[in-house]
């Protein structure tokens, strides 16, 4: 089956070091998303990738830092300078130019949520 | 800019009772509209969507008509169940340049047995 897989679903990490998230796509997509969800949130975009080895900054890339070196991958690094880490992190992709029979939904993971203490 | 605003919640109602859930946008152009579903612990489900002006998306009994006149995009279930107990997003793709995407603050409705 088609999807996105991130790992783990549950990650700790004591404060001061830096973490990575994983996010890994069998859909073909070209783009894809790191999103922050903080409870009773909405979604607030972290990095943004439209091809490989390019991404761009979201709205709160400070803190965060992310590579586009394969097609089906986009790890997230959380390092040390983000104040604030502990959240739930969603991975999404989509295509970027419509093809027939498709279209511009995004498509998520099940989510990481990180603890730091 | 684009920005999406829908109802906050939490929003409550009975099993059978009809759903509203309120979802207006801004953007240039046409962008294409979306409501998620995401239940507890995990992440974003597509519910339906919609890409031009009078579409109506429907999936699972919800459904949503693309407004272009008031830049609406509501989302309607003529009845709830238990299941359907969950938090909503409204969502926007830009139509055009760095091919965004947009969400509202999301709307956690619940529904009562």
């Known amino acids: 089956d088609g999807g996105i897989t991130q790992s783990p679903k549950y990650l700790f990490r004591k404060e001061g070091q830096n973490v990575t998230l994983s996010c890994e796509q069998n859909?073909?997509?070209?783009?894809m998303y790191w999103y922050r969800q903080d409870p009773g949130q909405g979604l607030r975009l972290i990095y943004y990738?439209?091809?490989?080895?390019?991404?761009q900054k979201g709205d709160i890339a400070e803190g965060y830092s992310v590579s586009r070196e394969k097609k089906e991958s986009f790890p997230l690094t959380v390092t040390s300078a983000q104040k604030n880490p502990t959240a739930f992190y969603l991975c999404?992709?989509?295509?970027?130019?419509?093809?027939?029979?498709?279209?511009?939904?995004?498509?998520f993971g099940p989510g990481t949520r990180l603890t730091v203490t | 800019g684009n920005s999406v605003t829908q109802m906050e919640g939490p929003v409550t109602l009975s099993e059978e009772a009809f759903l509203t859930i309120n979802c207006t946008y801004t953007?240039?152009?046409?962008?294409?509209l979306f409501w998620y579903v995401q239940y507890p612990g995990e992440g974003l489900q597509l519910l339906l969507k919609?890409?031009?002006?009078?579409d109506k998306g429907s999936n699972k009994g919800f459904e949503a008509t693309y407004r272009k006149e008031t830049t609406s995009f509501h989302l309607e279930k003529g009845s709830v169940q238990v299941s359907d107990s969950a938090v909503y997003f409204c969502?926007?793709?830009?139509?055009?340049?760095?091919?965004?995407?947009?969400f509202g603050t999301g709307t956690r409705l619940k529904v009562l047995a």
């Open positions: 999404a992709s989509s295509i970027l130019l419509a093809r027939r029979n498709s279209s511009y939904e995004q498509y």
């Open positions: 859909l073909n997509h070209d783009a």
């Open positions: 990738s439209q091809i490989v080895n390019d991404f």
């Open positions: 953007a240039t152009g046409y962008p294409s």
């Open positions: 919609a890409t031009k002006a009078d």
């Open positions: 969502a926007l793709r830009t139509p055009s340049g760095t091919y965004k995407y947009i």
